[in-house]
Every structure is written in C-alpha cells, then in structure tokens.
C-alpha cells in the first residue's frame, strides 16, 4: 500500500526487452534506498513494482505485459521521468489517501491552464471510470493522491498548487499526455459489496445505478 504523497522524481535509464516483457532500470534520484530490500515495492507513476536489483543508485523491475497493457508505463522511454513512492510502514504518515498501485485504467490530459499560481487540469478518464469518480473525492494520478475539483461525466479537474508541480512529473505534463488512474478504493470495495450474494455469479456485472439504490434502500423516497 501507498499514500500517493510523492517522495522523490526519478529517471527511467535502462529498459531491456526480457522473453516478451520489460525488465527497467529506474535512477531513483534523492530517494532513500537505505531501508529498501529485494523483493520490496516501489510505485513507479502509480505502478506498484518489485525491486528485484539494487545496485545503489534504483533500483531493477521487472514489467509484465499485463501490467504493459494496462497502464501507461508502456509509453514510458529510456530517459523518462517518473514519480517514486516507497510503500507504507506502520510508521508512516498517512498524508494523501491508501492508495494499492493497481492502476485502474488509462487517462488523458486534455488541457491545463494557469490559474493564479496554481495550474487548472481537465483529465479524461475511461468511460467504465466515470462513476468512481465524485467531486471532492479522492483520485490517484500518476501515483499522486491528488482532490477532484469538479467532474463533467468521464472528464474530471483538478487544481496543481506549484509545490505538486515541481516535485512531480505534473510539470512535465502537456495536452495528449497519458496518466495512471487510479479511483479510491473504498469505492470500489463498496461496489462490490452492494452487489450482495449476486457477486457470487458467473458473469454478473458491478452495474450500480440510481434504481438500484433506491430499491435497496439506499435512497429515501
């Protein structure tokens, strides 16, 4: 598990084609690896990895073609940035919201704009996203813990003050640009669970819907 506060911006540097997958060699930067062993977890713009080499300076990972297909590390290239998070201790400080790494879908900047010293997002998310997604709720991107402004169907905004831009890859971001998504947990474990003994079904879809809640009384009348 992870908070989504980023601890350091580090540097894709070796990507090595390994019997149809990926094994990378990210540069951690200011990163402390001092407490990091083998087999420890490392999120990568959001992407829960494994360090299977520590050489001193980052770490080695190996990227699985599921995981390829299924974020937008597989527009990553040798020289990229990317932000860095180490996973939670029972220590930690919990400063953005419990973020698993699993990256839910793939989005799309469509614009930003400068507002006062702050900058003013509008990010796509996949339509089967949508409804993970509440104004004032939480989202992770690119492995950021980060507070929906607004939300127009699949399009959400988000407001960047500049400490978020300068200690993250948000600064590198430009219209077009693709992002890790990741909705709030909670979300969809509660989805889950409204589903009841149904869950237990072949093929049942998570289908929530206004009439659903109302006719499991959910909703007052």
């Known amino acids: 598990m992870f908070t989504g506060i980023i601890e350091a911006v580090g540097q894709i ?3 090595q084609p390994r019997g149809g997958d990926v094994r990378l060699y990210v540069h951690t930067g200011k990163l402390d690896l001092s407490d ?4 420890d977890s490392i999120a990568v713009n959001g992407v829960c990895l494994t360090a299977v080499e520590l050489p001193g300076d980052g770490f080695w990972a190996d990227v699985s073609q599921e995981t ?3 974020s937008a590390l597989s527009n990553l290239k040798e020289g990229s940035r990317v932000n860095l998070e180490k996973a939670l201790t029972p220590a930690s ?3 953005g919201h419990l973020v698993s790494g699993h990256v ?3 989005g799309k900047v469509l614009t930003l704009e400068q507002d006062a010293r702050s900058w003013h ?6 339509a089967s996203l949508a409804k993970y997604i509440a104004e004032k709720g939480s989202i992770t991107v690119d ?8 939300v127009e169907g699949a399009i959400f905004h988000l407001n960047i003050v500049p400490h978020t831009m300068q200690e993250t890859v948000m600064g590198d971001y430009q219209p077009g640009t693709t992002v890790n998504l990741e909705v709030d947990v909670i979300a969809r474990y509660l989805e889950r669970l409204l589903l009841g ?6 093929g049942t879809d998570s289908n929530i819907s206004m009439a659903f809640l109302a006719d499991n009384g959910f909703l007052k009348s």
Not at 143 to 150: E, Q
């Open 197 to 202: 003994d149904k869950a237990a079904e072949p």
């Open 13 to 15: 540097q070796r990507m």
């Open 93 to 95: 400080r919990l400063g």
């Open 36 to 39: 990091v062993k083998l087999g």
């Open 104 to 106: 839910d879908g793939v």
């Open 121 to 126: 997002f509008r990010i796509e998310a996949p």
């Open 68 to 70: 390829i297909r299924r």
């Open 143 to 150: 492995g950021i813990s980060l507070t929906v402004n607004a």
